[in-house]
């Protein structure tokens, strides 16, 4: 009698036991494909961020002149200076949007920083398309193109328009690729335009500064 019971015992509790370690396996499955798609997007995402300037890279300094024949060094700068880049074409109708960003940009750049920040806008188009788009929509920053290709390459010029912010050593500080239109961008921009300022040290209990 005994055997049979456990016989029986025994084979409910295996039909009982499948579907559980059946839902665990479907569980399993589902966080694993989870996983695989983070990772996925993740490394879609490094991909992306290698190929544009963002903050951490170091870029080489070059000597050219600009439209109007000003000589100008970009990728060094005064101590504690920056510089705004603007990359674009005279084609882009995304860098076309991004105008009255940059525009803004420019103007409180130039009302809050002085001389301790200036703006360039970097054209990717030969000297004549570039000369009419700037005389076409009233740029109020200096223009100028990269002297070669394997220095656009060294800045990341892989696409417009861009926005790019160096410190006084080429370091990049800010990078954004795409159209540059929100104002939390727009501030993303200026934060990072703006010198860190040194904290005052912290006074010590019982001791006169």
Not at 22 to 35: D, E, Q, S, Y
Not at 94 to 113: D, H
Not at 156 to 179: K, Q, S
């Amino acid at each position: 009698m005994l055997p049979g019971f456990a016989k029986r015992l025994a084979r409910a509790t295996a039909r009982a036991f499948v579907p559980t370690a059946l839902v665990a396996a479907l569980g399993l499955v589902f966080v694993l494909g989870v996983k695989n798609q983070s990772l996925k997007r993740e490394v879609r995402r490094l991909r992306v961020q290698d190929k544009v300037p963002h903050a951490g890279v170091v870029v080489p300094v070059f000597r050219t002149v600009t439209l109007t024949g000003d000589s100008v060094t970009i990728g060094a700068g005064q101590p504690g200076g920056r510089q705004v880049l603007f990359y674009f074409t005279s084609t882009c109708p995304y860098c076309i949007q991004t105008l009255p960003a940059w525009k803004r940009i420019t103007s409180e750049v130039q009302t809050r920083e002085g001389d301790v920040a200036a703006v360039f806008g970097i054209s990717l188009d030969s000297v004549d398309a570039t000369t009419r788009y700037t005389a076409v929509h009233a740029l109020r920053f200096p223009v100028l193109r990269f002297p070669d290709a394997k220095t656009a390459a060294l800045y990341r010029a892989v696409g417009v328009p861009m926005t790019v912010v160096l410190d006084d050593d080429g370091h990049v500080l800010y990078g954004r690729a795409g159209a540059l239109t929100e104002r939390v961008a727009i501030d993303s921009v200026l934060a990072a335009v703006r010198p860190t300022s040194p904290q005052p040290p912290t006074p010590v209990p019982g001791r006169v500064n």
